[in-house]
């Protein structure tokens, strides 16, 4: 199964309502990254942080890891509709070989 | 330059064409990856390159082929396709990590390759 999986699978908000996002992975890892997706285009990084860290920021972006729950959630405040996009959790394993398992992923619209 | 270009943008193709996807950095990368991702669903990893050699195959049909000819490229070879292959085809590369090749850090992805097989 999924390492990262997500929830809501879809969220509709308003233009300036905050958007949270969920993920939960199955192992222990060294980092979980988002990346966000916009409609059939490549993936863009988001934001990475460490197994030792529980926050961090970076602009509208808040980003929270529980390590004991193996959870992290991804905050967007002050949503605008240019943030409406697909967004993926990733870890990565390393089984002999550095593989990146992405999340199932949660589709934001943001509503103008 | 931070980016990571792929050619053509879009392909379509019939059963029997062989085709290539092209996938291009200039960030010095070391690690350079092909994903396949269908609608509404996540990428899932196909191959890996660590320093031009293949170090992960995720029990990918032979009918797609990789070639990794020097450390900027990345060619994805198609021969005999099946309509299921129909997808975006993503290439992303890393910094290498500690001890070389693929790493956990970040990945750069292109925009991808629309594939339409007929």
């Known amino acids: 199964s999924q390492q990262g999986e997500e929830d809501p699978q879809a969220l509709s908000i308003q233009e300036g309502e905050n958007a949270t996002m969920n993920c939960s992975y199955k192992t222990s890892i060294n980092n979980l990254q988002w990346y966000r997706q916009n409609s059939g285009r490549g993936l863009v990084h988001l934001i990475l942080?460490?197994?030792?860290?529980r926050e961090k920021h970076s602009g509208r972006l808040r980003v929270t890891l529980d390590t004991s729950k193996k959870s992290s959630s991804l905050l967007i405040t002050a949503s605008r509709a240019a943030d409406t996009a697909s967004y993926f959790c990733?870890?990565?394993?390393?089984?002999?070989?550095?593989?990146?398992?992405f999340g199932a992923g949660t589709r934001l619209f943001v509503k103008a | 330059d931070t980016e990571v270009t792929q050619t053509p943008k879009h392909l379509v193709m019939g059963m029997t064409n062989k085709k290539s996807l092209k996938c291009e950095q200039h960030?010095?990368?070391?690690?350079m990856y092909w994903y396949k991702q269908k609608a509404k669903k996540p990428p899932e990893l196909m191959f890996v390159y660590s320093y031009e050699k293949l170090s992960i195959n995720e029990s990918v049909p032979s009918r797609f082929s990789p070639e990794c000819p020097n450390s900027s490229l990345l060619n994805l070879h198609l021969h005999a396709l099946q309509p299921e292959d129909s997808a975006l085809y993503l290439c992303?590369?890393?910094?290498?990590?500690?001890?070389?090749?693929?790493?956990?850090?970040?990945?750069?992805f292109g925009p991808g390759t629309r594939l339409l097989v007929l």
């Open positions: 990733a870890t990565v394993l390393n089984t002999g070989g550095f593989k990146t398992i």
């Open positions: 942080i460490r197994s030792n860290e």
């Open positions: 960030m010095g990368h070391r690690a």
């Open positions: 992303a590369s890393s910094h290498p990590g500690l001890a070389g090749g693929p790493s956990y850090e970040t990945q750069y």
